[in-house]
């Protein structure tokens, strides 16, 4: 009876070995295809501002350092400058709004006043200020660029996006 007990004690710590074993294996696979193609394993960002929703396409990433277990992978940061923006129309002071797909640990939002040239919008010489206490949009009429870097737990993310905060409506 006792030999029995044994045999079959044996064979159940074999068979969790092999299932923490092949745990560890799915998660290396994962993470090694996950890094091949990083843009599309990354958080996806929801930003919207009163009622105006910006399309995911239009807030581009700007940069990133992600891990993906024990490797990570970095973009190289861009300016504002070097990223193209399309202006979406806010009211003044309406609330800006960001989400993830994932959970983030920290979230900073930068506002600078921008300009048209050439067809785009861009940032006046890259001249960010932090969005301390407020997250809503400026009272006065101007083209606003907003820089959001996004910290979670595997890594940093840089985004842009731009407002075109025009007069508020009024129903007559």
């Not at 990354?42 to 501002?49: A, D, E, R």
């Not at 929703?53 to 973009?75: C, D, H, L, M, Q």
């Not at 606003?144 to 842009?160: D, L, N, P, S």
């Amino acid at each position: 009876m006792n030999r029995i007990y044994r045999t079959k004690l044996r064979r159940y710590i074999i068979a969790a070995v092999m299932l923490v074993v092949s745990g560890f294996i799915t998660v290396a696979i994962k993470d090694n295809i996950d890094a091949k193609n990083p843009e599309v394993s990354l958080p996806m960002i929801n930003v919207t501002t009163g009622y105006t929703y910006i399309p995911t396409v239009n807030v581009p990433r700007a940069g990133y350092e992600w891990s993906f277990g024990s490797k990570t992978v970095r973009a190289p940061y861009v300016s504002s400058i070097d990223v193209p923006l399309i202006a979406y129309e806010a009211q003044p002071d309406a609330p800006i709004r960001i989400g993830f797909t994932t959970p983030h640990t920290q979230l900073t939002l930068y506002e600078s006043p921008g300009v048209m040239y050439d067809g785009k919008v861009m940032a006046v010489d890259d001249a960010f200020v932090e969005c301390r206490y407020n997250m809503d949009t400026p009272s006065e009429e101007g083209i606003y660029v907003y820089k959001v870097v996004a910290q979670f737990e595997r890594g940093t993310i840089v985004h842009y996006f731009a407002l075109d905060i025009g007069e508020a409506y009024t129903i007559h």
